[in-house]
C-alpha cells in the first residue's frame, strides 16, 4: 500500500468574502516566486476564483467538489494533480461549516477531513477584538475532528487592534496567529462585478496585482511558518483516478467497436472574453478521448466548417452583447451548422449565446437564433447553486435515465419561447430553464443551464466525442459519393 505526503493547507473562513481568494492566491503566488512547487485547487463548483489561483499558480487549478463528483473522485483528483515536492494550497469556499444543508454536508471542513489537511482560517475582525476568538472557539468546538493550525486576521485597522484580536485567540485557543493584514486599498483588492470577481482576462493590472500581494504577504503573513504545517500533514493512501469507460454509454450509440483507427475528431471551443468557464479536465476528458482541441473567438470571424463539434462555455456574453451581436457572419455561420447538423453543447453563457435574442438594460440584443428563446438579464442571481437533473427525453449526448449532477449561476431568465421547444432534463433540485425543465434540443444541438464537471459526469464527454465523430463520418460520407 502506497503513501504520500502530498504537503498541503486549506485556506478557510468564516463567511464568504472573508479575504480566502486574495490570500490563497498571495501565498501561492509567494511561492511560486521562490522556485517552490505549487498546485491550486478550489473546493466546490468555482470558474473565476480558480483562474485566479491558476495565474496565481501558474497551472490549471482543479475544483474539487464532493457534492458533484463524489468523495473518491475528489481525492482521487487531488491526488493526480497534487504535488509532492512542494505546497498544495486549497481554497475553500463560503463559512468553514457551510455545505448544502444544516450539517454541513459537502463543506470546506468536511474536505478537510476527507484529504486530512490542517486549516488556516482566514478572519475578517472588522470592528470586532475578543469576539474574534469567540468564532474560533465556536469552531473548535463543533467538529473536533479538523484541525485548525493557524488563524490570519483580515482587514486589521491598527497594531492595536491586531495585538487585542491575536492575544485574545491565541490565549483563549493556543492557536497561533500567522498573521494579521491591514484594511487594503482599492487597487491591492480583486475587482468585482454582478458575478462577483472579473476573470484575470478582463483584468489589465493583473501582474501589479500578483506583485502587491506578494509583497502584501510577504510582510503580514509568517509564510515559512505556513510551509511548516503543509509539510506536517499526515501521509495519505495514494488511490490513482481511473474513470471506467466501459461502463458509460451515450445517447448517441454506445462507444462502437472499430474495424479500423477512426480519424481524429476536430472539436471547436468558444474562448475569450465572453466565453471562458471551462473545467480544464473537461477539455483534457476530450483529448484523452480522441478529440483534437480548437479554441475559437466569437467575434473574429473564424472559419467554423473543419469542426466536427462544437463546445460553448458559460462565461459573460453579456458583458460584450454589442461585440457578440455585431458579428453577423459569426452569428449566421453558427445558424446555418446547426440547423445542417452540427452537434453543439452549450452551457450558461453558451445558450445565452444560442437564443433568439437578450434584453439587457433596457436594450435587446439580436443573436444566434438556434433556439426560440428570448431572454433578459436581472440584477439579482435567477438560478444560484448546486443542481441535479434526470434525463427524460431523446437528445444528441446522453441516455434517457443518466442522473447529471452540476451547478448553475445566472442572472439571466427565458421570459419567453416557443411552447414546442424540446427539452430532455427533468429537473430535481436547482432552476433550470422554465417549469423545472433544462436541457433543451434542437437537431443535434443541446444547450442547457447546468455546467457539468467530466469528472463528475464521464457521460458528457463520451457523448461529445461519438456525436462528433458521427458527424466527421457523415461528412466524410458526402465527400466520397
Not at 433556439?371 to 440584477?379: G, Q
Request: charged share 25%.
Amino acid at each position: 500500500m502506497l503513501f504520500k505526503n502530498y504537503p498541503r493547507i486549506i485556506i478557510g473562513g468564516l463567511a464568504g468574502d472573508s479575504g480566502k481568494t486574495f490570500v490563497t492566491c498571495g501565498l501561492l503566488a509567494c511561492f511560486k516566486s521562490k522556485g517552490i512547487n505549487v498546485s491550486a485547487f478550489k473546493k466546490g463548483p468555482d470558474y473565476i476564483d480558480s483562474a485566479w489561483l491558476s495565474l496565481s499558480s501558474g497551472k490549471p487549478a482543479r475544483n474539487l467538489d464532493t457534492f458533484m463528483m463524489g468523495f473518491q473522485k475528489v481525492i482521487k483528483s487531488f491526488q493526480k494533480n497534487a504535488c509532492n515536492n512542494g505546497i498544495n494550497i486549497i481554497e475553500g469556499n463560503r463559512g468553514l461549516f457551510d455545505g448544502v444543508d444544516s450539517k454541513g454536508t459537502h463543506s470546506t471542513a468536511e474536505l478537510a477531513k476527507l484529504l486530512e489537511s490542517p486549516i488556516i482560517i482566514v478572519q475578517d475582525i472588522t470592528k470586532v477584538t475578543r469576539t474574534a476568538a469567540a468564532s474560533i472557539v465556536g469552531c473548535l468546538n463543533l467538529d473536533r475532528e479538523i484541525k485548525i493550525a493557524g488563524v490570519i486576521l483580515n482587514r486589521v485597522a491598527g497594531e492595536r487592534h491586531a495585538m487585542i484580536a491575536k492575544n485574545a485567540i491565541e490565549g483563549e485557543t493556543g492557536i497561533p496567529v500567522l498573521g494579521m493584514i491591514p484594511k487594503l486599498c482599492r487597487k491591492c483588492i480583486l475587482p468585482e462585478r454582478h458575478l462577483g470577481l472579473i476573470t484575470p482576462d478582463d483584468c489589465e493590472h493583473k501582474s501589479i496585482f500578483l506583485n502587491d500581494a506578494i509583497n502584501i504577504i510577504e510582510d503580514n503573513v509568517d509564510v515559512p511558518k505556513i510551509m511548516d504545517i503543509a509539510v506536517e500533514a499526515p501521509f495519505i493512501e495514494y488511490k490513482p483516478l481511473y474513470i471506467d469507460k466501459d461502463s458509460v454509454h451515450s445517447s448517441s450509440s454506445s462507444t462502437p467497436e472499430w474495424d479500423v483507427i477512426p480519424d481524429k475528431v476536430k472539436i471547436g471551443y468558444l474562448k475569450d472574453k465572453s466565453f471562458s468557464f471551462y473545467y480544464p479536465e473537461n477539455l483534457e476528458m476530450l483529448a484523452e478521448e480522441g478529440a483534437e482541441l480548437i479554441p475559437i473567438s466569437s467575434i473574429n470571424r473564424n472559419k467554423l466548417d473543419d469542426i466536427d463539434a462544437l463546445y460553448i462555455g458559460g462565461g459573460f456574453p453579456e458583458i460584450n452583447l454589442a461585440d457578440l451581436a455585431s458579428d453577423k457572419e459569426m452569428i449566421v455561420t453558427i445558424k446555418k451548422l446547426a440547423d445542417y447538423g452540427l452537434p453543439i453543447y452549450a452551457e450558461c453563457g453558451g445558450l445565452m449565446y444560442l437564443a433568439k435574442d437578450i434584453l439587457w438594460k433596457g436594450k435587446k440584443y439580436s443573436l444566434t437564433n438556434v433556439l426560440p428563446l428570448e431572454i433578459k438579464m436581472h440584477n439579482k442571481p435567477y438560478g444560484h447553486g448546486y443542481c441535479e437533473m434526470t434525463v427524460d427525453n431523446e437528445n444528441p449526448f446522453y441516455d434517457i435515465g443518466t442522473v447529471i449532477r452540476g451547478h448553475e449561476f445566472h442572472y439571466s431568465e427565458i421570459y419567453h419561447y416557443d411552447p414546442a421547444v424540446k427539452s430532455s432534463l427533468a429537473v430535481s433540485r436547482g432552476c433550470g430553464c422554465f417549469n423545472k425543465r433544462d436541457g433543451l434540443t434542437y437537431k443535434n444541438v443541446f444547450a442547457s443551464y447546468i455546467h457539468v464537471h467530466a469528472l463528475a459526469t464521464p457521460e458528457w464527454a463520451i457523448g461529445m466525442i461519438n456525436c462528433a465523430r458521427n458527424y466527421h463520418n457523415s461528412k466524410k460520407a458526402i465527400l466520397e459519393i
